[in-house]
């Protein structure tokens, strides 16, 4: 390599990975969509029953969530007016929830005692995230491990957010995190890392997981996803939010709710 030369490579992925002020706000205002979606889904849920399928929660929020966008976003046609846009939204329910990253095409029938997991994905401008809420149908399939699991993985959520704080490292919070899965006695329902990093490219670098070393910066986003995974009962559990680093602890960008109350129904 020529002595004057210098690779950027490096300094391009990190301008990447640390969002400035501007990728920040657009990715506020991504996720005040991406709850207002969440909400929308699980009343369709409530309000429809095993009357739906997965496919049709999935399919109505999206048409919602795009309404709602074209109310702000003016599309005339012309070239650079609405780009880096990108809205989906996706639901499963029963046994697929039990895999963390299913392949098949999601058209089932909505039932209840099963764990269903509702997830909008959605960028302006390039800049937002993925978001999930891991949810349980009252029913007669309901057994204690499945509120284990759930309260475990819950947990671990809320423990990555404690722990992503500027300064520490990547694996250092995964291992604080994996943590939980092991003193519970549920490891083996772990099935991938907590988190990856979220950006422009979706899933990117850097990563919480125990390989990673990379020291933490103040607004660097990730995702927020450690979940449990049983396929041989047919259910598994997986929240997701997008978490900002700050000096005293992760913020969770996305707002919908965590709790019980939230993501227990019955329909």
Known sequence: ??????????????MREVKTAEEIALARVALLLHDRMMDFARDYILAHGTDATDFEVAHATEAFGTSELMKYLK???KPHH?????????CRTGTSTAYPHPNQFFYA?????DSIQISADIKIGGHGGEGYRAMQIAGPKVTDLHHK???VHTEMTVEQQKQSVAG?????VGAAVLKLAHYAGVDKYVYHRPAHGEGSEGHQAPYLSLGDNTVLEENMC???EPGLYNPEAGFGYNHGNLVRITKSGGEQMNQTPLTKEWCWIKI
């Open 1 to 14: 390599m020529h002595p004057e030369w210098t690779m950027t490579g490096p300094l391009a992925l990190h």
């Open 75 to 77: 599309l005339d046609g």
């Open 82 to 90: 609405g780009v880096g846009i990108d809205l989906g939204f996706y």
């Open 109 to 113: 029938p909505i039932q209840r005692g």
């Open 149 to 151: 699991l759930w309260d």
């Open 168 to 172: 520490r490292k990547c694996n250092e």
């Open 222 to 224: 990730f995702s927020n």
